[in-house]
């Protein structure tokens, strides 16, 4: 039931047309849909990596968490209420959404929607960069990596390393506490600094050259 990579960001925006700027005009991403409510984004074989909807809060809505199949979700989400963790089994239309097969969501202590899910759709054409870059490393290793803000990484880490399972990868003390977690290779999925705020830091995703 292990959590493997993470999978996709959804994030909320009232500006579409600068967001569609920049991921494609500096980032190299390609849209494959636009609306007057949102706009979904490829970055490989994957149908979608990037979700962002209108509006007006302007922060991350989600972050998705992908496990093997069926089973593991199954298990996973079994786990997470004998963690007291409150689970919903996501409808089909949120699925759908995701262009995966089944997923559950959940929050962490500071308030952030978790989604864990399986059986994320591949594309029927190849990834068509909207400029001449190198590709981004996926695959295996994932979207990229999250960096939260919390206003208590002793709150925060028990959750994130005991119930979720990610395992740590470093950390530092000065001039600020930040602390770097993997669940693949990749070097950390997901980091933590201790600002006061709870929030979203930033998102990365890397080019293979």
């Known amino acids: ?88 089994r996501e409808p089909r239309a949120v699925a759908d959404r995701r262009c995966v097969t089944d997923l559950i969501s959940f929050n962490d202590p500071m308030g952030n929607r978790l989604e864990v899910f399986h059986g994320a759709a591949l594309a029927d054409a190849p ?34 390393q005991d119930v979720l399972g990610f395992r740590l990868s470093d950390y530092t003390l000065a001039p600020f506490k930040a602390y770097f977690f993997h669940i693949n290779p990749r070097h950390h999925s997901l980091a933590m600094i201790e600002t006061g705020k709870n929030g979203m830091h930033h998102l990365m995703v890397e080019m293979f050259s």
């Open 127 to 160: 990834f068509v960069p909207s400029r001449c870059i190198s590709g981004f490393r996926t695959g295996p290793l994932g979207l990229g990596h999250v960096v939260l803000t919390t206003d208590s990484i002793a709150r925060a880490m028990p959750f994130y």
């Open 1 to 88: 039931m292990q959590l493997q990579s993470l999978g996709y960001v959804g994030i909320a925006a009232d500006k579409l047309e600068d967001w569609s700027a920049f991921a494609t005009g500096l980032l190299g991403m390609q849209v494959i849909e636009r609306g007057n409510s949102g706009l979904a984004l490829r970055m490989d074989d994957r149908k979608q990596r990037l979700l962002v909807d209108r509006d007006s809060r302007n922060g991350c809505n989600f972050y998705g968490w992908e496990v093997a199949d069926a089973a593991a979700l199954d298990a996973f989400a079994a786990h997470l209420e004998e963690k007291g963790v409150a689970v919903t």
